[in-house]
């Protein structure tokens, strides 16, 4: 089964500067999507930004961005710019697409963020 | 956003009462979900469903049963609420690569 780790419980960051949430996840596959979801104090869940692994190049969704290292499994998140609006719980989460399992996303246990004026 | 609604939004129950939650979606999408999310835990599969009819066991499914018979909706039971089982609940579709997720169901089992 597939393991997704985020070790970070939480990170803050100051207004209009720089921050890199960490992911990694455990997988014997070769084909999957990974994805950063965004959950503000409303609780409702945001897909920030998506990455296949057949993809060699990162991700990148305006001030979000992805830094995809497959053969260290790690798939970290960058804000640029940081915003107050940025302040929420982050998910990493993975999909694969093989047989059953193709069916679920996993998730890890999420990294709360804190932007400071 | 996905048209995902979730009923209710806010419950409180006693222990060992049957709970049953709701997911309606209007998408027509072919893959439904049920998460449940707590404190240091992230969000974990309880039960999804690939059609109608057809369900199948996630992560932590112990207590908890579902019911698909039709697109539009996918049923979450409680069969007999214990404390444990409080948590904020999630539903989700998903067609092909996103996940589209309801505004989830708040439970406390006193």
């Known amino acids: 089964a597939q393991t997704v780790t985020q070790s970070q419980p939480e990170m803050s960051v100051q207004e209009a500067e720089t921050v890199t949430l960490s992911c990694t996840y455990d997988t014997s596959e070769s084909d999957y999507y990974l994805f950063w979801y965004k959950q503000p104090p409303s609780r409702q869940m945001i897909l920030v930004i998506r990455q296949e692994a057949y993809k060699q190049q990162n991700a990148t969704e305006n001030r979000f961005s992805v830094n995809f290292q497959k053969a260290a499994k790690s798939f970290s998140l960058k804000i640029s710019d940081s915003q107050l609006g940025d302040a929420a719980m982050y998910f990493c989460a993975y999909r694969s697409l093989l047989g059953g399992s193709n069916y679920k996303l996993t998730f890890g246990k999420g990294t709360l963020l804190t932007v400071n004026p | ?110």
């Open chain 2, 1 to 110: 956003d996905a048209g995902i609604t979730q009923s209710p939004r806010h419950k409180v129950t006693e222990t060992g009462t049957p709970v049953t939650l709701r997911c309606h979606q209007t998408e027509n999408h072919r893959y439904m979900y049920w998460y449940r999310q707590d404190p240091g835990h992230g969000l974990r599969l309880i039960h999804y469903s690939y059609g109608v009819k057809d369900t199948d066991k996630g992560e932590v499914s112990d207590g908890y049963s579902v019911s698909r018979s039709k697109t539009e909706d996918f049923l979450l039971t409680l069969e007999s609420a214990t404390s444990s089982q409080t948590s904020v609940y999630f539903c989700a579709t998903r067609e092909n690569t996103e996940a589209f997720f309801g505004q989830g169901t708040r439970l406390t089992v006193v």
